[in-house]
């Protein structure tokens, strides 16, 4: 069975750090893009951040830009959200992806991880 899972989410308060990790399994995902998304209830899933998989071009949402940072480990086929100064708008259920090409649309990744619960208190 093909599948992203995610591991690192929890609660963190205020100006902390987490950092989420996304492994594949099933099948490699080392020439995919690969993405973070985030969603609350309520809301359409949210684009966090992304990387190409070959020469790792990263791109961010302007509302994480300078305080996560994406990053990836072809030969372990993993992806990992570095998360900083986290703010409790950053609550939320996140989400790994894996496409053919980057893009900011979450209809554009054909692969998605269970998600994960991260929750920010003030």
């Known amino acids: 069975q093909v599948q992203l899972v995610e591991s690192g989410g929890g609660l963190v308060q205020a100006g902390g750090s987490l950092r989420l990790s996304c492994a594949a399994s099933?099948?490699?995902?080392?020439?995919?893009?690969r993405a973070w998304f985030r969603q609350t209830p309520g809301k359409e899933r949210e684009f966090v951040a992304a990387?190409?998989?070959?020469?790792?071009?990263?791109y961010y949402a302007d509302s994480v830009k300078g305080r996560f940072t994406i990053s990836r480990d072809n030969a372990k086929d993993t992806v990992y959200l570095q998360m900083n100064s986290l703010k409790p708008e950053d609550t939320a259920v996140y989400y790994c992806?894996?496409?053919?090409?980057?893009?900011?649309?979450?209809?554009?990744?054909?692969?998605w991880g269970q998600g994960t619960q991260i929750t920010v208190s003030s």
């Open positions: 099933g099948r490699t995902f080392s020439n995919y893009a």
């Open positions: 992806a894996a496409g053919i090409g980057v893009t900011t649309v979450s209809g554009s990744y054909a692969y």
């Open positions: 990387i190409t998989w070959n020469y790792g071009h990263t």
